[in-house]
């Protein structure tokens, strides 16, 4: 399959073959961290329209489409997701960018139940006006958020913030604030969702961890992947994009934060994580 270039969109993770494996193989670890689960949010009613914003590869929204089989369900993404999920009656993929959607009045003010989003840390420069827009487009009294995201803080299995510990961790985050983004978004959504006006917020928060947790089985599919399986390209293209495209790094500089960054990422100790959180709230009448 040809890689799929990322053109002039502002996304700043991989869009590649390699990347939709990896992405299907961390959904199904983040629900064995999660228990099980995928969708948190408890929904008044049964949804009767569903947007899935960044949809990805089309793993949950076929999950949505499953779940919600009387539900209409809108998923958008800049790239086309690998499953077809389009061949299921009540699906459609609108293919570009969220907002561009809302400007072009495709989407329309107070009518969607469920609006669903997930890892969109590197997509998003502007959260407040991000939420405000999913605040818009939910039906008043009944219409439910959920955002699920992580935060780039980074514990020691003891829950002891190590952040300071990782000078590349910390220099990414740096890069990444300079273009707009909020590495911090998943710990950040509860004040978000309430700034924007949605009541009966609700956040928890799982290990998503960087490092093996013997203690702790359910998190070994994130750490294989994080370890072993596919997130070195994923990491050295934020690389590339955070710092590369910044213009302040030589070419020699980024090689060596590139090889000190996976000497980092094999040498973090047992249990090492980040927050991965799901936060949901209410669009009150
Ligand atoms: C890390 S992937 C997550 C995919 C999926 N939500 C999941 O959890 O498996 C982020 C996705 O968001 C998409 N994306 C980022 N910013 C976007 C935007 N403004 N509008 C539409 N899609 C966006 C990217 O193209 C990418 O496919």
């Not at 949809?55 to 919600?68: I, M, P, Y």
């Not at 469920?114 to 818009?136: C, E, H, M, P």
């Not at 013997?214 to 990491?235: D, H």
């Not at 249990?271 to 959180?277: C, D």
């Amino acid at each position: 399959m040809a890689e799929i270039q990322n053109g002039q969109h502002e996304y700043n993770g991989p869009h590649s073959s390699e990347e939709n494996t990896r992405l299907d193989f961390q959904h199904n670890a983040l629900r064995t961290v999660m228990g099980n689960k995928t969708l948190h949010a408890t929904l008044p009613s049964p949804p009767t329209k569903i947007l899935d914003i960044g949809c990805g590869t089309g793993v949950v929204t076929l999950e949505l489409a499953e779940k919600f089989p009387s539900a209409e369900i809108i998923a958008i993404d800049i790239i086309k997701p690998i499953h077809p999920i389009e061949k299921l009656k009540n699906v459609r993929f609108l293919q570009g960018k969220f907002a561009d959607f809302i400007a072009d009045g495709t989407l329309q003010p107070a009518s969607f139940d469920y609006i669903f989003s997930r890892l969109l840390i590197l997509g998003i420069t502007d959260w407040k006006a991000q939420t405000s827009r999913v605040f818009n487009l939910l039906r008043p009294g009944t219409g439910i958020y959920e955002a699920q995201d992580l935060s780039w803080n980074i514990f020691d299995k003891e829950g002891q913030v190590v952040f300071d510990q990782f000078p590349i961790f910390v220099l990414m985050v740096e890069n990444a604030a300079a273009k707009g983004l909020d590495t911090f978004c998943g710990d950040h959504h509860p004040k978000y969702l309430g700034d924007a006006g949605f009541e009966d917020v609700q956040h928890e928060s799982f290990p998503w961890t960087l490092q093996y947790w013997p203690e702790r089985p359910e998190t070994y599919a994130l750490s294989y992947m994080f370890q072993e399986g596919g997130s070195k390209a994923f990491r050295m293209t934020v690389l590339d994009k955070l710092l590369g495209e910044s213009g302040r790094y030589t070419s020699e500089q980024m090689e060596t934060y590139k090889a000190g960054f996976e000497k980092m990422a094999q040498d973090f100790p047992e249990g090492t994580h980040q927050p991965f959180s799901v936060t949901w709230g209410r669009k009150p009448a």
